[in-house]
């Protein structure tokens, strides 16, 4: 199968098990609304926020590992595959033991001295937390498998758990609604449980599946201290990236409390759902781009880029627009009791989004060089900087929406880092041709989507009618505009042959 139709096939499974998933999340998390209540379901948020962000953290390590497990299989060598595994497994040990004495001293302290808890909840808070520390460790040993799904593109197994994971989390949203007991230490103890399980799966698959997926005594010493290396400047970006989130919400209950970190937690949660889309389209790409770079074909690499960013900011465009004109009718649909902010801020966070599309698959193509040292110790300073601007507008204005605006501005800004410590890197990469065959025509696109948007919401006085006439005609103008001004001949060509391909099907 070739590259092309791999990563087709991969999307497509992985957006089957998103679009089920989806469904069954948006009422997972209305019912886990109803059963924690506005106040826990803060609490949950602000002290169990890396479970929150749990996804971004072991991707960004699995992203590093899987940089190495591709990159050999890129090369073609078994025996050094079976190293790297093995290599990366200890070292993950060594940072999840590095993580669980950090949070059981500091993390600890900082819980139960400095965060602002409604009166008798500190018991459970503590609850949450552990239950938090315990899944965080665990996903980081987890990661050099994960990894290597995603390194030999098996793709179809992620769909399929995704989908029953989601199914399991409705269950236990249910039951926790019927218990009762606290509510919130149920749901943070049976939410622990059921990702140790399902990792534990994800083990024995990799055992099965992938002769390199045992943990031995067998590794290289040069090896050894590149992943080190590699592994630690990732983390730093990851525990950074970690710092500024988890610090815009201890802020945000500091300055609000518990009730606004609903709300946030709330924009987050569809935030992240709409983000998924894009998540897809990344999965499917990174491994070509990873083995394209190992093999020094680096025109296919640009080629990849730019296809690859064209895809995911169309997407984020298609996904996010009728969410953004329509977020209370939406909201209000969702959940019984809207939390105040929840609209706003999710709408700031969707158009960020958008702008953070333009970063994915540079940023791949840097890991895939295995040169992030740089990267990452620019983008810690540039997220230290967004947290003090925050803390800034918060001191001196008290506007939650200002505050969440730093973060959308802050996203055009970190495209140009991208760009510029890319073009160091890889003297093939041209920022100037990515500006402008991708980055505007994009824009525009989105610019003039909605422009479209905003006036069928001005002409239209339906809630329901309005998403649905944004849904469809914003829709169709994307596409259009996407084929004839977006993608170049080739692309085009590639998309004729295909339909002509499902005609003649058809008519045999």
């Known amino acids: 199968m070739t590259g092309n139709k791999l990563i087709a096939k991969n999307a497509t499974m992985l957006y089957i098990r998103m679009f089920i998933t989806m469904a069954i999340s948006f009422y997972t998390s209305r019912i886990v609304l109803q059963a924690l209540g506005v106040s826990d379901y803060g609490i949950y948020n602000v002290v169990g926020g890396t479970i929150v962000i749990i996804d971004v953290l072991v991707a960004a390590l699995g992203g590093a590992t899987s940089r190495f497990l591709t990159f050999a299989l890129g090369k073609n060598d078994p025996e050094n595959l079976k190293k790297t595994f093995s290599t990366a497994a200890w070292v993950h040990i060594g940072l999840a033991a590095a993580f669980v004495v950090v949070a059981e001293t500091l993390g600890l302290w900082f819980i139960n001295n400095h965060l602002v808890i409604p009166e008798g909840r500190m018991a459970a808070a503590n609850w949450v937390y552990q239950a938090a520390v315990v899944n965080f460790a665990m996903g980081i040993t987890q990661t050099p498998y994960n990894a290597s799904i995603t390194s030999h593109e098996h793709m179809t197994v992620f769909a399929y758990i995704a989908i029953i994971n989601a199914l399991c989390k409705l269950g236990i949203a249910a039951f926790v609604l019927i218990y009762s007991g606290d509510h919130l230490i149920l749901y943070s103890i049976l939410l622990m449980a059921l990702a140790i399980l399902f990792r534990i799966y994800y083990r024995y698959y990799c055992v099965k599946h992938f002769e390199e997926c045992h943990i031995t005594k067998q590794f290289d010493k040069p090896l050894f201290k590149e992943m080190v290396a590699f592994s630690s400047w990732n983390m730093l970006g990851s525990i950074m990236l970690t710092f500024k989130n988890q610090g815009v919400s201890i802020l945000i209950n500091r300055f609000f409390g518990t009730l606004l970190n609903a709300a946030a937690g709330v924009a987050l949660q569809v935030q992240g759902m709409l983000y998924a889309f894009t998540g897809n389209i990344k999965v499917a790409f990174n491994p070509q781009i990873i083995k394209s770079y190992a093999m020094s074909n680096f025109g296919r ?103 969440y605006l730093i973060t959308l501005v802050s996203c055009p800004l970190s495209t140009v880092v991208y760009l510029v410590l890319l073009k160091r890197i890889m003297n093939a990469f041209s920022a100037r041709a990515f500006l402008k065959k991708t980055y505007l025509p994009l824009f525009a696109t989105a610019f003039s989507s909605l422009a479209l948007a905003w006036l069928i919401s001005k002409i239209i006085s339906s809630p329901l009618f309005s998403f649905l006439l944004i849904a469809t005609l914003c829709t169709a103008f994307v596409i259009a505009v996407a084929y004839y001004f977006v993608f170049d001949q080739n692309v085009r060509d590639q998309v004729k042959e295909f339909v002509k391909s499902k005609i003649r099907r058809k008519k045999q």
């Open 301 to 403: 690499v640009n080629e990849l880029i730019g296809l690859g960013t064209k895809f995911t900011a169309l997407v984020t465009i298609l996904t996010t627009i009728p969410f953004i004109f329509n977020m209370d009718f939406l909201m209000g649909i969702w959940l019984k009791e809207v939390p105040q902010g929840a609209v706003v801020i999710c709408q700031i966070l969707l158009f960020a989004n958008f702008f953070n599309s333009f970063n994915t698959f540079i940023n791949t193509a840097i890991v895939a060089s295995g040169k992030i040292k740089n990267l990452n110790i620019t983008l810690s300073f540039f997220y230290v900087a967004v947290l003090i601007a925050t803390y800034l507008i918060l001191r001196f204005t008290h506007s939650y929406t200002w505050a």
